[in-house]
T-cell receptor, first 114, second 111 residues
Framework: DAGITQSPRYKITETGRQVTLMCHQT?????MFWYRQDLGHGLRLIYY???????DKGEVPDGYVVSRSKTENFPLTLESATRSQTSVYFC?????????????FGPGTRLTVT | ELKVEQNPLFLSMQEGKNYTIYCNYS?????LYWYRQDPGKSLESLFV?????AVKQEGRLMASLDTKARLSTLHITAAVHDLSATYFC???????????FGAGTRLTVKP
């Protein structure tokens, strides 16, 4: 199916464990983004990517690692999960950032760190 | 640092009434977005505003942008229950490599 998907949709992990959240889009959009959503903070940009092998930090990158070896995939890794990383994570994609294109959001991953 | 402030954060209104949500931002922007989010769901794009004086309308929602005042508004006309959701504005200053969301306005429309 065309669109943007995230997996897993729900994840519970323990403090100190590594966890990877997956994001896949079928539109061949150049730009992909990772956000976290916490109550009272709206969405905050973690990392974004302008193309394969090009990534850049957003507002809250500490504790996260991203890679983008293929245009369609943009995994987000928490190297050593902490309770403060309990959140809902949204991936988004866009054809271009410097234009009128909006971002298309995935369904989200609810991550709980115990 | 780019800051984006929305107000009000909570809005309860009667069906049929009009109201406006405000989005102020602190630096020159390249574009401004409005999104809708239903509870437990993802975000849906409503509007993208690019230039000063831009106005876009879709159904009972109308968004406008005043870049000189660094202000965008989302006006709701004759509210209906189906508009109940959380509305976010977001500002992208891609030339300065920054993008921020407002905290969101939770709108409840009561019959």
């Amino acid at each position: 199916d065309a669109g943007i998907t995230q997996s897993p949709r729900y994840k519970i992990t323990e403090t100190g464990r590594q966890v990877t959240l997956m994001c896949h889009q079928t539109w061949s959009h150049s730009y992909m983004f990772w956000y976290r959503q916490d109550l009272g903070h709206g969405l905050r940009l973690i990392y974004y990517s302008a193309a394969a092998d090009i990534t850049d930090k957003g507002e809250v990158p500490d504790g996260y690692v991203v890679s983008r070896s293929k245009t369609e995939n943009f995994p987000l890794t928490l190297e050593s999960a902490t309770r403060s990383q309990t959140s809902v994570y949204f991936c988004a994609s866009s054809p271009n950032r410097g234009s009128s294109y909006e971002q298309y959001f995935g369904p989200g991953t609810r991550l709980t760190v115990t | 640092e780019l800051k984006v402030e929305q107000n009000p954060l909570f809005l309860s209104m009667q069906e049929g009434k009009n109201y406006t949500i405000y989005c102020n931002y602190s630096t020159t922007s390249d574009r401004l977005y409005w999104y809708r989010q239903d509870p437990g769901k993802s975000l849906e794009s409503l509007f993208v505003l690019l230039s000063n004086g831009a106005v876009k309308q879709e159904g009972r929602l109308m968004a406008s942008l005043d870049t000189k005042a660094r202000l965008s508004t989302l006006h709701i006309t004759a509210a209906v229950h189906d508009l109940s959701a959380t509305y976010f504005c977001a500002v992208d200053t891609y030339n300065n490599n920054d993008m921020r969301f407002g905290a969101g306005t939770r709108l409840t429309v009561k019959p």
